[in-house]
């Protein structure tokens, strides 16, 4: 990881994860980490984006340094998930994901050319990426998710 210059530095990491939650489960405790994310990454400014696909988690953060990473420890203690790797972590120029959001659970066949894009149609390995890449990807997943609510909305 790389030097914090100070508390208040944009800050973005982006790690991989293995979902430990039962699938029977899944609906009810994506949606408790969603409302607990949202009220607490609000609190302290930390914007970004999850995505939960066949197994895995993706997550980036964005926020004050000090913020992303006591979010991040606390995020690394909990048991529905394991298997975390930091894919990178360091100062950001600006925010790539003003507002906290949240990916639907899976990617539609419409969104296949992203992990084409990805050679990862058949497996999803998101701990095999690199930072550049996971950052496009979570990018891409973000506009598909405006692009749906604009959709919705007209
Ligand atoms: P408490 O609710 O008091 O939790 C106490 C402990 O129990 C924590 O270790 C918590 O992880 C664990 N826990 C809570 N609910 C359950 C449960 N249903 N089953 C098993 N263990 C449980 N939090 C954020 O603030 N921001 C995020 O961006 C964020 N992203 C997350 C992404 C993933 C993939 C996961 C799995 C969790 C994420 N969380 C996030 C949730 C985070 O891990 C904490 O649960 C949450 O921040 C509340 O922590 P707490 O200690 O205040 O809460």
Redesign the pocket.
């Known amino acids: 990881m790389s030097t914090i210059s100070g508390s208040r530095t944009l800050h973005r990491l982006i790690y991989a ?1 293995r979902n430990t939650i039962p699938a029977i489960d899944l609906n009810e ?1 994506i949606g ?2 969603i409302r ?2 949202i009220r ?2 609000r609190e302290v400014a ?1 914007g ?1 984006l ?1 995505l939960v696909h066949q197994g895995h ?1 993706l ?1 980036v ?1 964005e926020g004050p340094a000090e913020a992303v990473l006591t ?1 991040y420890g ?2 690394c ?5 394991t298997d975390t790797k930091v894919l990178g972590a360091g100062p950001a120029a600006k925010r790539a994901f003003a507002e ?1 959001n949240m990916c639907a659970r899976r990617i539609t066949p419409a969104d296949d050319a992203i992990l084409d894009t990805l050679s990862m149609r058949t497996a999803f390995e998101p701990n095999r990426l690199t930072a550049g890449s996971a950052l496009r990807l979570l990018q891409a997943v973000r506009g598909i998710q405006d692009r749906t609510q604009l959709s919705a909305m007209r």
């Open positions: 994860s405790e408790a980490i607990a994310s607490r990454n930390i970004g999850l988690f997550q953060l979010t606390r995020i203690d909990d048991p529905r998930h906290w």
